[in-house]
């Protein structure tokens, strides 16, 4: 596997020239499962030089059938994990079926790290997520227990149906790994007799219920532009000041 450092014209365009992208690294897959009907994961060979918080996002490139393409990625486990990994919701274009195609030993580009959307490792933590929005969050909350975190962490997650539960065995071994650490479920969906979390959209109710007992938290929100938008009006008319909300917006969630 090589390791040299490649470059991809990512940047914003001024006049007719384009700005230089982030330098990365080509890595090699690892793993590729599906982890819902309808969403699938890899991890990655993690380079030795590779260093991010938790947690950043990457823009991964892949050979699709359409050529290369290259998309912004959230980076869906800790730093102190041995592997880089991500997941998406699939598709039909072009760039998730590359992405669900991958098979060990292919090999991919990943340029970064990028973004501010990092764990604050000094105060309670409200994780706030929708669907495949998950996953920097379950990097964050990986990385609180890895690391011994002494600040709670509750994370309200949001899905359709019991079925697409992304990550569902991996946030229980983390509320086992860590004490700090609790799940609060809604499904937006039917759900089965034997369903005993919540049902109905995030609301006021399971935010204060999150919040309940920590000192001065801070929010983090990831998912469609939708979801974020209105977490963030509904956790503002609760008081919550904006240098205490952090968003991540999924965009393309299931067309891209």
Sequence with gaps: MSSEPIRVGIGPRIGSRRMGGPTGVRAQVVSSRQLTPTTHA??????????????????????????????????????????????????????????????????????GPIGDFVLNEKRPAVLIAGGIGVTPLKGMAEYAADRALPIPIRLVYSNGSEDEIVYRDELAALERQNTRFRVIHTLTGTAAPTWQAATGRVDRTLLRQAARNLANPVYYVSGTPRMVVGMWRLLREEGVPEDDIQVEVFRGYSQD
């Design 42 to 111: 890899i991890e990655l060979e993690k380079p030795k030089s590779f260093m991010f918080r938790p947690t950043q996002f990457t823009f991964l490139q892949l050979l699709t059938a359409a050529g290369v393409d290259v998309r912004p990625m959230s980076l869906a486990t800790s730093p102190t994990r041995r592997h880089l990994e991500y997941a998406v919701r699939l598709s039909e274009s072009f760039y998730k079926r590359a992405f669900a195609a991958l098979r060990p030993g292919d090999e991919v580009a990943v340029f």
